[in-house]
């Protein structure tokens, strides 16, 4: 099956640093998709993004599908960004189900 | 609803019993997940429903799990005679589409804790 493969897998970051999480996959995809899951262990969606660029305030991304990757941005880091990061795919004629990576935990120290 | 609603939060229980997870997806949403997050397996797909098409069960580790929609709406996920191995937070997601077209929104998660 798919491999997702997220790095860092642990990154501290002070206060208002950008940073750059990467997410790598092994096969093509239709769907991929960046959450966040909060100390609380809320997940939250963050993108859908496929392919092409999105931003969201502080927060933008950008999946290269035919290079088989994603890059989340983080710029103006807060300490409320802290929590654990998830890239997850689906592929190609198995539906909606998402295949997540191992995520990045991120700390925001103030 | 608002997002997707679980219940119960925390469920307790001892090896060997039958547990029932509830989800209620967000109102229209025609495709519902249920995923599960365990300290060793990060998080994996069980199962999803679209629709009234039959479920793709591809993900359901054993037997001993199951789970049915009624309605098109309501989710219940079935563990029988439960494991020590079962012990993980069981999360539900509903999406607009099943084809990997829409973002899946989860909710809050059911922490399933065998004795």
């Known amino acids: 099956g798919i491999q997702v493969e997220q790095s860092p897998p642990d990154l501290i970051l002070q206060e208002g640093a950008n940073s750059t999480l990467r997410c790598n996959f092994s096969?093509?995809?239709?769907?991929l998709q960046w959450f966040h899951q909060n100390p609380w262990g809320q997940l939250i969606n963050l993108f859908y993004?496929?392919?092409?660029?999105k931003q969201n305030g502080r927060l933008s991304a950008t999946t290269v599908a035919t290079e088989r990757y994603s890059l989340l941005y983080i710029s103006s880091s807060q300490t409320t960004d802290s929590g654990v990061y998830f890239c997850?795919?689906?592929?190609w004629g198995q539906g909606g189900k998402l295949i997540f990576g191992q995520g990045t935990e991120l700390s925001v120290k103030p | 609803g608002a997002g997707v609603s679980q219940s119960p939060s925390n469920k307790v229980t001892e090896k060997g019993k039958d547990v029932e997870l509830r989800c209620d997806p967000i109102?229209?949403?025609?495709?519902l997940y249920w995923y599960r997050q365990s300290l060793g397996q990060g998080l994996e797909f069980l199962i999803y429903?679209?629709?009234?098409?039959?479920?793709?069960k591809s993900g359901l580790p054993s037997d001993r799990f199951s789970a049915e929609r009624t309605g098109g709406s309501v989710s219940t996920l079935t563990i029988q005679r439960t494991q020590q191995e079962d012990s993980a937070v069981y999360l539900c997601?509903?999406?607009?589409?099943?084809?990997?077209?829409?973002?899946?929104?989860f909710g809050d998660g059911t922490r399933l804790s065998i004795l």
């Open positions: 997601a509903s999406s607009q589409d099943s084809r990997g077209h829409q973002p899946q929104h």
């Open positions: 109102s229209g949403h025609t495709a």
């Open positions: 429903f679209q629709g009234n098409s039959a479920p793709d």
């Open positions: 096969d093509s995809v239709n769907n």
């Open positions: 993004i496929p392919s092409g660029t």
């Open positions: 997850a795919v689906g592929v």
